[in-house]
């Protein structure tokens, strides 16, 4: 028994080790060097760089008009703001662009609204055109705006705002965008006539929202999705990154944000470029050629809940990535979400999915325990053949299995309770790492965001005394050596929880099942009793 017991505590040890050392922290060190070498990149000098739009001081005439070709153009700058009750977009008449999209129902730490549009300029705003000097005229022009800000309700659950500008040389482009109450996208409508050469629509240059905190492989940054394959961005500097063939859609995402553009006609393949540089994060264009005069778009700038992405039947859901875990992570996620509409807590409703997994695997684990108890019965025996067959392994090896059959013990039943959880727990791992709905969820006390760790490890230290009593509750090896290591794992993990920390939630769902495993060890000591020895019997 002492030999699966230990063989169940190392595999779960090199489980948690494996993932750290070969997962978790090749995921850090290669953004770290990816970063390094865009920063390198960023600062060498380019010999050919990309034309840049002009930054106006003031409104004026587009970059390389005539005098007087266009009364738009001299317009004043206004600001158009969209109120669709879950968030505020605004936008810029000069060069008809997004300035702001606040989300009202996701708060920052600092109670504000997160801000998805922080970093535009007149350099590049979202939704502003790129490529080549008719992108650059467009984006400096001031656009005739025709219609009123919005503010959206169920009394008027729809709207329409629309940016003209024409110039006299036959240069003109027309945005059109039409916004729905309670909703994180809208329609947006482009129109270009008088174009010389290749021109686009395009997301950037960053996307808000992001806690500074992506651990556990959170890749954040430039993505699309073209055919079936979802795509990971990591343009260099003058190397963009391509993809030709149908796209679906291309966006900018942080961990539980993002914003896209769904190309439905007018549009094809996407291209994301590495800008430079600011404040130590890297900036973006993502983009979409047009293929002809006018394209449309599905545009979404809000937060990667499942079911509002789902409703743009494009699988930009897919942007939630779980990970390899995914099959488990998102039928875990439905139950937390039905647990959660029950008892209004997160942290509750962890707890609740721990048991139901608890009760899934009820048989198996029984069954685990009564194994080792007889396991452990049989030590006497097992000592009498090791000292009768110490010469002769192989007969040592026969015997032992003729033992086993005979009692009906199988001493891989220790290790198959928790092999076969491993998938659940880092399951649970993924969906408490990147779903919206964890994000600064409160359990109780100073847990105050499940998809974080603790600010002070309380429920790790009590995870780890949890491991400690059950190991002396179950079965203790014949070795004492192998007990004294034994009893030190809830030590080595405890260590490692603390070192490499892991999301609140998770740290929770450990701890109840360890609570629960006692319960059930408890019962299994007291009630489960093991068949005699034939020596024993009479």
């Known amino acids: 028994m002492e030999r699966n017991a230990i063989i169940a505590a190392a595999l779960s040890l090199a489980v948690l080790l494996v993932w750290q050392y070969l997962v978790l922290r090749p995921a850090e060190d290669q953004r770290a060097r990816e970063r390094q070498a865009q920063q390198q990149a960023v600062q060498k000098p380019k010999e050919a760089p990309r034309p840049e739009p002009p930054v106006p001081a003031a409104p004026q005439p587009p970059a390389g008009a005539k005098p007087g070709e266009s009364l738009a153009a001299a317009e004043k700058e206004r600001i158009v703001r969209v109120d669709v009750g879950v968030a505020v977009y605004e936008f810029t008449s000069r060069g008809a662009g997004l300035t702001s999209a606040a989300l009202k129902d996701y708060p920052t730490k600092e109670n504000k609204p997160v801000e998805l549009a922080p970093g535009g300029s007149p350099r590049l705003r979202p939704l502003y055109f790129w490529g080549g000097q008719a992108a650059e005229r467009l984006n400096a022009a001031t656009f005739r705006v025709e219609g009123e800000g919005l503010r959206l309700g169920p009394g008027n659950p729809s709207g329409e705002i629309r940016f003209v500008y024409r110039a006299e040389d036959g240069l003109s482009a027309v945005k059109t965008l039409t916004f729905h109450h309670g909703r994180y996208h809208a329609e ?208 040592l090896n026969e015997q032992v299995m003729a033992l086993y059959r005979e009692r009906k013990v199988n001493p891989m039943m220790g290790c198959l309770p928790m092999i076969i959880q491993i998938p659940v727990f880092f399951g649970l791992y993924e969906a408490l790492l990147v779903s919206i709905e964890l994000r600064h969820a409160p359990f109780f006390a100073w847990v105050q965001d499940l998809s974080a760790p603790e600010p002070w490890p309380v429920y790790t230290v009590l995870m780890g005394l949890s491991m400690y009593l059950q190991q002396k509750m179950s079965p203790a090896p014949a070795d004492p050596a192998q007990a004294k290591m034994m009893m030190f794992m809830p030590v080595i993990f405890t260590g490692m929880f603390v070192y490499y920390p892991v999301p609140a939630g998770l740290v929770i769902y450990w701890l109840v099942n360890n609570i629960l495993s006692i319960a059930q060890q408890y019962y299994v000591n007291r009630s489960v009793k093991p068949p005699r020895l034939a020596e024993e019997k009479g």
Do not use: C
Request: hydrophobic residues 40%.
């Open 188 to 395: 947006l409508r482009v129109r270009v006539e008088g174009a010389q050469g290749p021109i686009g629509v395009a997301l950037g240059p960053d996307i808000g929202g992001s806690d500074g905190n992506t651990y556990g492989g959170v890749i954040e940054g430039p993505m699309s999705y073209v055919g079936k394959k979802l795509h990971y961005d990591y343009p260099e500097a003058g190397k963009p990154a391509a993809h030709k063939g149908e796209v679906r859609w291309a966006a900018l995402q942080s961990k539980h944000f993002l914003m896209a553009l769904v190309p439905r006609a007018g549009a094809q393949n996407v291209e994301a470029l590495l800008l430079g540089q600011k404040d130590g994060k890297n900036e973006y264009a993502v983009v979409l050629p047009l293929a002809g005069q006018e394209a449309r778009f599905d545009f979404y700038a809000g937060p990667k809940e499942p079911e509002r992405m789902a409703a743009l039947n494009v699988s930009l859901e897919d942007s939630l990535d779980y990970g390899i875990f995914s099959f488990i992570a998102k039928p875990l996620m439905m139950v937390l979400r039905a647990f959660h509409t029950v008892s209004g807590n997160w942290g509750v409703a962890i707890i609740l999915l721990t048991v139901l997994v608890k009760i899934i695997f009820y048989p198996l684990t029984h069954m685990s325990m009564r194994n080792m108890k007889e396991m452990q019965k049989l030590q006497p025996r097992m000592e009498q053949l090791r000292e009768l067959y110490k010469d002769d392994r192989a007969r």
